[in-house]
């Protein structure tokens, strides 16, 4: 009688290819996993970036809705408004804020400053009545945004019986309030994005004023 046992297994070649499949599949997991990381790093950046930029646009919208136009006396005695700008800066006042702690009236200034490469957004306050000794002359400030490659302002001059209305890229005292204002600003960083920010400016008469009815316009506080 004749015995033997069958035995059945792998060969070197079957091996080889079993081993080359196991290691593409790793590798191919590998790279998924790092990709999705990857993914992951840039979109929670990104949602850190768009809330910093979310809370910046509400205190600027907040802010500048209720610029108040206070107007006071020059050396002539005639009116000049307290609003003022350009492309890379704005000068306003307005009611103070619960952050800042206090009520009355502000003044507001937000500027664009430059350092080396790199710009950033500043915005100032100090009160009104900045003579008060109970008051710092030297405004607080504060940065509201780093990393900044540019900034653009503009102002919408409103419409009279006579003018359409304007877009300006400098307002001057003497022109009043702007009925609107846009902020454009630019990131170092491409991956961060402002979206156009337009405001319009919700008061256009001082209460305070003393009213000449030949020039039909405010004399100022004197």
Same mark, same amino acid.
């Given at each position: 009688?004749?015995?033997?046992?069958?035995?059945?297994?792998?060969?070197?070649? +079957?091996?080889?290819?079993?081993?080359?499949?196991?290691?593409?599949?790793? @590798?191919?997991?590998?790279?998924?996993?790092?990709?999705?990381? #990857?993914?992951?790093?840039?979109?929670?950046?990104?949602?850190?970036?768009?809330? +910093?930029?979310?809370?910046? &646009?509400?205190?600027?919208? #907040?802010?500048?809705?209720?610029?108040?136009?206070?107007?006071?006396?020059?050396?002539?005695?005639?009116?000049?408004?307290?609003?003022?700008?350009?492309?890379? !800066?704005?000068?306003?006042?307005?009611?103070? @804020?619960?952050?800042?702690?206090?009520?009355?009236?502000?003044?507001?200034?937000?500027?664009?400053? &430059? *350092?080396?490469?790199?710009? #950033? @957004?500043?915005?100032?306050?100090?009160?009104?009545?900045?003579?008060?000794?109970?008051?710092?002359?030297?405004?607080?400030?504060?940065?509201?945004?780093?990393?900044?490659?540019? *900034?653009?302002?503009?102002?919408?001059?409103?419409?009279?019986?006579?003018?359409?209305?304007? !877009?300006?890229?400098?307002?001057?005292?003497?022109?009043?309030?702007?009925?609107?204002?846009?902020?454009?600003?630019?990131?170092?960083?491409?991956?961060?994005?402002?979206?156009?920010?337009?405001?319009?400016?919700?008061?256009?008469?001082?209460?305070?004023?003393?009213?000449?009815?030949?020039?039909?316009?405010? #004399?100022?506080? &004197?």
């Amino acid at each position: 009688m004749k015995t033997g046992s069958n035995q059945s297994g792998f060969t070197l070649v +079957e091996l080889i290819i079993a081993m080359a499949i196991v290691g593409m599949t790793a @590798l191919m997991l590998t790279g998924t996993l790092r990709f999705g990381a #990857r993914v992951w790093d840039v979109t929670g950046n990104a949602g850190d970036n768009s809330d +910093e930029i979310e809370k910046v &646009q509400a205190l600027l919208r #907040r802010l500048l809705s209720q610029a108040y136009p206070l107007y006071v006396a020059d050396t002539q005695k005639s009116s000049v408004g307290m609003f003022a700008g350009e492309g890379d !800066w704005l000068e306003f006042y307005g009611p103070g @804020l619960q952050q800042i702690g206090s009520l009355g009236i502000y003044r507001y200034s937000l500027r664009f400053d &430059q *350092i080396g490469n790199e710009g #950033r @957004l500043l915005l100032q306050w100090s009160p009104k009545n900045a003579n008060d000794p109970v008051y710092s002359t030297v405004p607080n400030e504060v940065e509201v945004l780093s990393g900044v490659s540019a *900034i653009r302002i503009s102002y919408l001059k409103p419409a009279t019986a006579d003018v359409m209305p304007e !877009w300006k890229t400098s307002w001057r005292r003497s022109e009043g309030m702007p009925a609107f204002v846009s902020i454009h600003v630019e990131f170092l960083d491409l991956r961060r994005y402002w979206p156009d920010l337009g405001i319009a400016l919700m008061i256009d008469r001082d209460v305070g004023c003393m009213y000449d009815p030949v020039s039909r316009d405010c #004399r100022g506080r &004197q």
